[in-house]
């Protein structure tokens, strides 16, 4: 008789076949770890293992984390980890059920996105660029300066994901590109637009990079990629970026907790849409694999429909 995986073993198996037939990255990968790890010790408290657990303890794994306090969101996300993994383990006959198939999570109401006005992204902009401005600035400072307004600019102009837009490659800054390509999640590659901006923005930053070519800047300026450093990565880390945002939030006068790298691609869709944008443009240009995602942002589609109505229908009230 074959001896039973340990749910170690099937963990690394089920991440594994993330990893091949789903282009899951590593952020994913070690989120997915971290939720199953934590769900095989309540089953062996349980004195169960993946392979025996039934529906009810599944359904007591759930009660539990709303014991320990786990927001309705981080209780669905471990539910989709949950039945991810049952269905991996019926798929390859470990099992001969689904425990996880008939689970009910919480019900949450999708909380609409934080969103920046186009004034106070203006007035981002207009900081970081007086930033490249100062003449007392040393060489060190202005090109962190420049490299901020080009992240900034890059990031206002396509709705990069933070990880993506850290971590461009050195050739999308090439000379008269009109168009990037970017690799995003599940390894897909799509082609974002950028404007006349952003490429000056892109220029002024790689001037100052290429004036780093002294001796100890060698290894990052011969970097591969466009905002390189010497961390692990060998690029700019998306922590980095998020505290020097904040930093440049609270010098343009905003509230840093309400400024990042992710509202700002959430103000990218918004405008976009709130200027007459047709949703599936903007699900393309965020690289969003479902509809579903995006349509977060329906609330600004229906409030530019209900001002369209108000002001254009030849029986509205003027």
């Not at 008789?1 to 594994?16: E, G, H, N, V």
């Not at 490249?132 to 901020?148: M, V």
């Not at 404007?195 to 000056?200: A, C």
């Amino acid at each position: 008789m074959r001896a039973k995986p340990s749910d170690a073993k099937l963990i690394d198996l089920f991440l594994d076949m993330l990893a091949a037939e789903q282009g899951a990255g590593n952020n994913t990968l070690e989120a997915y770890r971290r939720d199953l790890a934590d769900l095989s010790g309540f089953l062996a408290a349980q004195g169960q293992t993946f392979v025996v657990a039934e529906t009810q303890v599944l359904r007591d794994y759930l009660a539990d984390l709303d014991a320990r306090g786990f927001k309705s969101s981080s209780v669905a996300r471990r539910l989709s980890a949950m039945r991810h993994l049952f269905r991996f383990l019926l798929n390859e006959r470990v099992r001969g059920d689904d425990p996880a198939a008939i689970l009910s999570g919480p019900k949450r109401g999708r909380g609409l996105p934080k969103v920046l006005s186009v004034a106070d992204v203006d007035r981002l902009l207009t900081r970081a660029k007086v930033l490249t401005e100062q003449a007392e600035a040393s060489p060190q400072e202005r090109f962190r300066a420049l490299r901020l307004y080009c992240l900034l600019e890059v990031l206002y102009a396509t709705g990069l994901r933070v990880s993506e837009l850290v971590s461009l490659p050195l050739s999308a800054a090439r000379s008269g590109a009109r168009m990037i390509v970017v690799r995003g999640k599940g390894n897909k590659e799509r082609l974002v637009p950028l404007n006349d901006t952003s490429r000056r923005a892109m220029t002024g930053y790689l001037a100052a990079l290429e004036a780093l070519k002294a001796p100890k800047q060698k290894n990052a300026s011969n970097s591969k990629w466009l905002f390189p450093s010497f961390g692990e990565s060998g690029h700019l880390t998306r922590q980095h970026f998020a505290r020097d945002l904040k930093e440049l939030a609270a010098s343009a006068g905003l509230a840093p907790r309400l400024v990042s790298p992710h509202v700002l691609r959430h103000a990218f869709a918004s405008h976009l849409l709130h200027n007459g944008a047709d949703l599936r443009i903007v699900q393309t240009l965020l690289g969003h694999t479902d509809i579903s995602t995006t349509q977060i942002y329906t609330h600004v589609v229906e409030e530019r429909l209900k001002s369209l109505v108000r002001d254009l229908h030849p029986l509205a009230e003027k």
